[in-house]
């Protein structure tokens, strides 16, 4: 009789990896994750762990990736079944923050874990690139400012949005206030300003 094999592919593992690790986020924060709670909860070796994440800052790097490259998936996503009017853009866009906002709480946990981290504060930077460069090509054709304008009042425009988010993680807006202000801000970050 064969004895099947339950060693997973390497790119399978740390998929399971990854998701092992939201689940221990998600129940009890960031600080309750490291490299030996991962592999406990997922049932394999330390070495394992070690192997794929190196240490606990490699290992909230890999998480916060994943799940930036999420919400980010999920703007996408959004703006391909956008009508092609700017409130329907920025309303998308809006709804798509805020639902990444209450549904993966995590990202911003990892986030706060990995403060002082200055490789952190590089891939962040990274991903709030390529986050306001998605907003900024989708509102570009809605606008009548440069791009380089338009891409600065979308740095200010997310800033504001992820103050909003945190309003409404902590219950002080409710889900649909929160996407009527930031469809709002970013309807209004879209005009020429006066004198110019």
Same mark, same amino acid.
């Given at each position: 009789?064969?004895?099947?094999?339950?060693?997973?592919?390497?790119?399978?593992?740390?998929?399971?990896?990854?998701?092992?690790?939201?689940?221990?986020?998600?129940?009890?924060?960031?600080?309750?994750?490291?490299?030996?709670?991962?592999?406990?909860?997922?049932?394999?070796?330390?070495?394992?762990?070690?192997?794929?994440?190196?240490?606990?800052?490699?290992?909230?790097?890999?998480?916060?990736?994943?799940?930036?490259?999420?919400?980010? +998936?999920?703007?996408?996503?959004?703006? /391909?079944?956008?009508?092609?009017?700017? %409130?329907? &853009? $920025?309303? *998308?866009?809006?709804?798509?923050?805020?639902?990444?906002?209450?549904?993966?709480?995590?990202?911003?946990?990892?986030?706060?874990?990995?403060?002082?981290?200055?490789?952190?504060?590089?891939?962040?930077?990274?991903?709030?690139?390529?986050?306001?460069?998605?907003?900024?090509?989708?509102?570009?054709?809605?606008?009548?400012?440069?791009?380089?304008?338009?891409?600065?009042?979308?740095?200010?425009?997310?800033?504001?949005?992820? +103050?909003?988010?945190?309003?409404?993680? /902590?219950?002080?807006?409710?889900?649909? %206030?929160? &996407? $009527?202000? *930031?469809?709002?801000?970013?309807?209004?970050?879209?005009?020429?300003?006066?004198?110019?």
């Amino acid at each position: 009789m064969a004895i099947t094999s339950t060693r997973l592919p390497k790119q399978a593992r740390r998929e399971q990896l990854l998701n092992t690790a939201v689940a221990i986020v998600r129940a009890q924060g960031a600080d309750g994750l490291t490299l030996v709670t991962l592999a406990e909860a997922a049932g394999v070796s330390r070495p394992i762990v070690y192997d794929h994440f190196g240490t606990r800052p490699g290992l909230l790097l890999a998480l916060y990736r994943r799940l930036d490259e999420r919400h980010r +998936a999920a703007i996408t996503q959004a703006l /391909q079944e956008a009508e092609p009017t700017a %409130d329907e &853009v $920025a309303r *998308l866009i809006s709804t798509a923050y805020f639902a990444c906002a209450t549904d993966m709480p995590e990202l911003a946990a990892v986030s706060a874990a990995l403060k002082g981290n200055p490789e952190m504060e590089a891939v962040q930077r990274e991903m709030l690139d390529r986050y306001t460069d998605l907003v900024a090509v989708a509102l570009l054709q809605h606008s009548g400012l440069t791009p380089e304008a338009l891409r600065l009042r979308c740095v200010g425009v997310l800033g504001a949005a992820e +103050a909003v988010a945190a309003e409404l993680n /902590q219950g002080r807006a409710s889900a649909d %206030d929160a &996407v $009527a202000t *930031l469809t709002d801000l970013i309807m209004g970050s879209l005009n020429t300003p006066a004198g110019r």
